[in-house]
């Protein structure tokens, strides 16, 4: 089955959300300016035999953008919280993107993940306890990532993926389904080959 995944990163200004985007996206970490209201990625991918096209939304952390961003909120399956790992206020805020997140996607389905980005600085600062009491109250899975380490930010979003697999087996969840494209220009000479090996010749006729 095709399955259309729709994922909004989330967190303050400046945590490094477009930079895990293009990470993913195999872009590296190439982004160097900030996001004006919400950037765009799209992916394709096969994960446990299913086939996935995921419509990464990278949202701005600036409080002027806030009502551009709350609009990509209401039909979301994933969203990610992001904070950055040497700066604590970005941790204490993921609280209110979750109340603002709740209050306008009322999917009981939608999936929530919290991660802590940055994991390669020497001045980070990790307060597990916090992480701990986000991760009970708002039933958030935790991860860590760097940029630096693209095997950080792929556990990240396999770890997503295993969920959305567990749910639409056990059809907790509803994805909306596409159509892949398949290009059948190859085959066609293979059919035009085959009809032409099963013509048959009757008196000055010829017979498909």
């Not at 399955?3 to 160097?32: P, W």
């Not at 993940?113 to 009970?136: A, E, F, P, S």
């Not at 760097?146 to 639409?168: C, R």
Request: with cysteine.
């Amino acid at each position: 089955m095709n399955y259309i995944v729709k994922i909004a990163l989330i967190g303050d200004y400046g945590v490094g959300k477009s930079s895990i985007g293009n990470t993913f996206d195999n872009k590296g970490n190439s982004s160097v300016c900030s996001t004006i209201g919400v950037d765009f990625i799209n992916k394709e991918l096969i994960y446990d035999k299913y086939n996935f096209k995921l419509q990464l939304w990278d949202t701005a952390g600036q409080e002027r953008f806030r009502s551009i961003v709350h609009t990509y909120f209401r039909e979301l399956n994933v969203a990610v919280l992001i904070f950055d790992t040497t700066l604590s206020n970005t941790l204490y805020n993921i609280e209110q993107w979750n109340i603002e997140l709740d209050h306008i996607n009322k999917n009981p389905a939608l999936i929530k993940v919290l991660v802590g980005n940055k994991v390669d600085r020497k001045d980070k600062y990790i307060d597990h306890v916090k992480i701990n009491d986000y991760c009970k109250r708002f039933n958030m899975n935790y991860y860590e990532t760097s940029t630096k380490d693209k095997d950080t930010v792929d556990k990240l979003f396999n770890g997503i993926l295993n969920q959305i697999v567990e749910k639409l087996r056990s059809k907790e969840i509803k994805l909306r389904k596409y159509v892949r494209y398949v290009d059948i220009s190859n085959n066609k000479n293979k059919i035009i080959k085959k009809k032409n090996i099963e013509r048959k010749k009757t008196g000055c006729c010829i017979i498909l």
